[in-house]
């Protein structure tokens, strides 16, 4: 009696057991139907639930260096409550470029950044307005506006190194930095500022940017101290700009700068924009093109200083430039300094200022790594790609961690063989960086300055990456010893 008590006792857990197993598939098959789908990896981290967070917060680009050798291009890493998955590499970053805003959009990972721009701005409006905001920029930087930017660019580097003295030792970041505020002030923001408004302007610009902390990507209103001084900083800022505003329609003087190109511009259905939108829109082109381009003329001089063989091809080519148009420099000329072209690119190619881009995925999207493996990723992942990362991968680049800027000369084209979107300093596709060719020629107008009137030697060692930063550039001074001389064509 005994025995059939306990048979059936172990019939009855045997069979709670199978009908458990067989109710918890069915409802993980109800609740996840996705499991049947090529998911990608997932980051391994300790502890559960924030272990993926402390990863991401000891730096994104030491997490993708330690997970690209063992995960490959595709995986993903828990956020707490957001998953997000890094596409690395032109093979699958393809569709990060080029899908459409219904399917993977900027709004929600840049929304942090409406409190610095502005209401009534990029971030904070829908996207059809945003495209148009967009085309107001696209038009600002049309090369007949770009023309009459790069005299004044011109303009601004004599000024600026003649105030330097025959010989002596400086900063070279410190001194780029500046230079490039006070022309992105008279190209951008217009003759006003730079002329009457510069220190009070640039003092409200640096309460912007202290404004934006690591900890304002998350909690952007959070009611901190440098968040009050952005939030006062942006209200002055507006009551100047308004009064410039009005002052220019008032008179009815026209100027060629990104100012006039913004109060000129329409929408597609005849409204001009507001004081409130040039200010904001003005504001974006400032964070979007000034610390990037600084960083950029930084590195390209560290890089040109220490890599002596680059140095004398780039002085080679101001000199063959100079025996064909003599002193002058415009637009066209510079358009033709390809050598130095290639210097800067490959100084960015090693040192993306923007080291991650991001996007909220809305739709489910598939995508194949170069080795043939295929990957779901689906909706409601964050996606994001690196262009710190993804510009020094091995298949794509021969000694990616190596300066050398031939790599992009016709016949190597090495951004070009594995296809679009292989070199993604600037992004691309859909959201490619508007500011582009006027980063180019602002770098350009200052370094050929630099080369046709001083030699130049790097007394510091080669500088280091601030990977702390949220327009990541150089750690610490860059100190440069200078003496003036004239490049003469007939030798140095
Ligand atoms: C070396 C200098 C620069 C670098 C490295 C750079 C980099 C980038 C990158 C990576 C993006 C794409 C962001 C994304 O896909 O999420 C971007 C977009 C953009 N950049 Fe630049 N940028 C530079 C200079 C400039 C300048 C000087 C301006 C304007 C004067 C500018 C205006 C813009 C704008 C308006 C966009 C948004 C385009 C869109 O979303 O459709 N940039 N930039």
Request: net charge positive.
């Amino acid at each position: 009696m005994e025995m059939e008590v306990m048979d059936n006792k172990f019939f009855n857990v045997g069979l709670l057991v199978v009908a458990t197993l067989l109710v918890a598939k069915i409802i993980s098959a109800l609740i996840m139907p996705r499991s049947s789908k090529r998911l990608p990896p997932v980051i391994k981290a300790w502890p559960p639930l924030i272990g993926g967070l402390l990863r991401f917060l000891k730096g994104p680009i030491i997490v993708l260096r330690e997970e690209y050798p063992k995960l490959g291009n595709v995986f993903t890493l828990n956020l707490v409550h957001k998953n997000i998955t890094f596409l690395i590499g032109p093979e699958v970053s393809a569709h990060f470029f080029k899908a459409s805003e219904s399917d993977l959009s900027q709004q929600e990972v840049y929304r942090f950044n409406i409190p610095t721009f502005g209401p009534g701005v990029v971030f904070d409006v829908d996207y059809s307005i945003r495209q148009e905001q967009f085309r107001f920029f696209t038009e600002a930087l049309r090369v007949n506006k770009l023309k009459g930017y790069v005299d004044q660019m011109i303009v601004e580097a004599q000024d600026y190194f003649s105030k330097w003295g025959d010989s002596g030792e400086v900063d070279l970041k410190y001194e780029l930095e500046h230079l490039i505020i006070l022309t992105a002030s008279r190209c951008l923001l217009g003759r006003e500022v730079r002329d009457k408004l510069f220190d009070d302007v640039s003092a409200l610009f640096h309460e912007l940017d202290n404004g934006m902390q690591p900890i304002s990507v998350m909690f952007p209103y959070l009611p901190i101290p440098a968040h009050r001084r952005r939030d006062r900083a942006r209200k002055r800022l507006a009551e100047i700009f308004a009064s410039i505003i009005a002052s220019r329609k008032a008179s009815g003087k026209c100027e060629n700068d990104m100012l006039q190109c913004f109060i000129d511009s329409k929408y597609k259905n005849g409204r001009p924009t507001s004081e409130g939108e040039v200010t904001g829109l003005l504001i974006a082109a400032l964070f979007a093109g000034q610390h990037t381009s600084s960083i950029t003329s930084t590195w390209t001089g560290a890089y040109l200083l220490r890599f002596k063989e680059y140095f004398v091809a780039v002085v080679e080519e101001q000199k063959t430039l100079m025996k064909k148009h003599g002193e002058k420099i415009d637009h066209d000329i510079l358009s033709e300094m390809e050598v130095l072209y290639r210097c800067i690119k490959e100084a960015l190619r090693l040192h993306p200022p923007l080291i991650m881009l991001l996007r909220q995925s809305h739709a489910d999207f598939s995508v194949t790594t170069h080795e043939g493996k295929k990957y779901d990723i689906p909706k409601g992942h964050i996606v994001a790609t690196s262009p710190a990362f993804a510009n020094r991968l091995s298949h794509i680049y021969k000694n990616p961690d190596s300066y050398d800027p031939d790599r992009f000369a016709a016949g190597r084209d090495e951004d070009k063989v594995a296809g679009p979107f292989s070199y993604i300093s600037f992004g691309g596709g859909r959201h490619g960086c508007l500011g582009e060719p006027f980063a180019y020629l602002q770098i350009k107008a200052i370094w050929s300055h630099l080369l046709r009137n001083f030699e130049l030697e790097l007394i510091s060692p080669f500088p280091e990456t601030d990977w702390n930063a949220m327009v990541v550039g150089v750690k610490g001074k860059v100190m440069v010893r200078y003496k003036r001389r004239r490049l003469s064509v007939n030798g140095l």
